[in-house]
């Protein structure tokens, strides 16, 4: 999943749109993309179970990790693998996401 925040600009200050994003992982990953504008998709219908669920689960393995910190401890990102919430070190989601940032600003 990526997500592309409305108002996004690339270092040159050039509007960063969804549908260039979907065209660049598409051509150079070569994954099929699909862009959804999440405003229309709140707009429309009725949360299902799990759109209201996951968060929620999400925000207690937050408390929950915040609450077993220790000094030590590395930083956690919380999310989503399938149906599951998962903890991944949020350095090597950071460096991830860098793999790729030649895509999107080469």
């Known amino acids: 999943m990526v997500i592309v925040s409305e108002g ?6 050039k509007p960063i749109k969804s549908e260039a994003v979907r065209q660049v992982i598409e051509e150079r990953i070569k994954i099929e993309t699909r862009v959804t504008i ?8 009725s949360p299902s179970a799990f759109d209201r669920i996951a968060p929620t689960l999400q925000g207690i393995d937050a408390v929950e990790a915040v609450l077993e910190m220790r000094a030590d401890t590395v930083a956690p ?23 790729f940032s030649f895509l999107f600003w080469s």
């Open 8 to 13: 996004a600009v690339d270092k040159n200050g």
């Open 77 to 99: 990102m919380i999310g989503m693998d399938g149906n599951k919430v998962v903890r991944k070190p949020l350095m090597k989601c950071v460096e991830e996401v860098q793999k």
């Open 38 to 45: 999440l405003g229309h998709v709140q707009r429309g219908g």
